[in-house]
């Protein structure tokens, strides 16, 4: 059986159990809340692809953990959440049936969320098990992630989203040990400076998204926005409509061209965005400009 990073829905594979609620068949990104009934016993839990945060619902009873060495026990029940690290194996026992709720956050969100605390690249982000926790706040998400996926209504999307949001800024501040690189806001080298003028240059009559831009150079649309304007002054948008202007410009001054084909060709959605941009960058309109050259 492999065992590489288990996707939640595995877990039973490892953990047998009577699922209670799953909402893995929804529209949730980056989260996945999971219900279970589970009798007395004792697993090797695999090396898991996510973060799994853990609520217990019913009877308490006595939790144990080990990570290959000495055995870890606590009393666990009602008010108490279980941490268990991504890519670690583990054992886990109990003696008593338990009713638990399992959270399970992506490492890529928790990720993408230490950048936009700490504005810049974490080197390394480390999360302990924790076996008995008391955490008022994480049980408080629980019970919304739960109430989401009872009766969901409109803006369900955007609730899970703020709890994920909220989630993982609580991990990172209160459970994760975490190494910053030593530079923030670093300048792009001079191949990816190249990569990315070239990139925006032979692509200015298409609809160049700011996710294309930052895999271009490998980053994350958030740290490429901050670095990118760090580099070059201005946002990547504001950057792409000044090329976009300055390439409408070159084709005005080389002959009578039709203003549709000017946008066109420079990415522009139509001749009266082309006209509107190119007065507000320029100062003219893009018959004045090719009237006076």
Same mark, same amino acid.
């Given at each position: 059986?492999?065992?590489?990073? @288990? ?9 047998? &159990? ?7 068949? !929804? ?7 999971? !219900? ?7 697993? $090797? ?18 939790? /144990? ?29 109990? $003696? ?28 390394? @982000? ?5 076996? +008995? ?30 709890? #994920? ?21 670093? +300048? *792009?080298?001079? /191949? ?12 200015? &009559? ?7 831009? +930052? ?10 926005? /901050?670095?990118? %304007?760090?580099? *070059?002054?201005? +946002? ?5 409509? /000044?090329? #976009? @202007? ?9 002959? %009578?061209?039709?203003? %549709? ?16 941009? *190119?007065?507000?960058?320029? &100062? ?10």
């Amino acid at each position: 059986m492999d065992t590489t990073l @288990v996707s939640p829905d595995r877990i039973p594979e490892w953990i047998p &159990g009577i699922m209670t609620m799953d909402s893995s068949r !929804g529209d949730w990104k980056g989260i996945t809340l999971k !219900g279970y009934h589970y009798d007395s016993q004792e697993v $090797a839990i695999p090396p898991m692809r996510d973060y799994m945060l853990v609520a217990y619902r019913g009877a308490s009873t006595t939790m /144990r953990r080990s990570n290959g060495g000495s055995w870890q026990s606590a009393k666990v029940g009602k008010g108490n959440i279980s941490l268990l690290t991504r890519n670690e194996q583990s054992h886990w026992g109990w $003696a008593d049936p338990i009713q638990v709720m399992h959270i399970y956050v992506s490492q890529e969100d928790i990720q993408s969320t230490a950048l936009k605390v700490f504005d810049r690249d974490p080197k390394s @982000v480390e999360i302990d098990d924790q076996i +008995a926790a008391v955490d008022p706040l994480i049980l408080s998400c629980f019970e919304a992630l739960a109430n989401e996926l009872r009766c969901g209504e409109v803006g369900q999307r955007l609730m899970i989203d703020a709890l #994920r949001s909220q989630i993982a800024v609580h991990l990172l501040r209160h459970y994760a040990r975490i190494q910053l690189s030593s530079e923030s806001g670093s +300048a *792009f080298s001079e /191949r990816q400076r190249r990569k990315i003028i070239d990139l925006i240059e032979d692509r200015l &009559g298409e609809n160049l998204s700011l996710n294309d831009l +930052a895999e271009s150079v490998g980053l994350s649309p958030f740290h490429f926005s /901050r670095q990118f %304007k760090s580099e *070059f002054g201005v +946002a990547p948008y504001a950057y792409v409509i /000044r090329k #976009r @202007v300055a390439k409408a410009q070159e084709i005005l001054l080389q002959g %009578k061209t039709a203003l %549709k084909v000017v946008a066109l060709e420079c990415g522009f959605s139509d001749q009266s965005h082309l006209c509107r941009t *190119f007065r507000k960058v320029v &100062g003219v309109t893009p018959l004045e400009y090719q009237n006076n050259a």
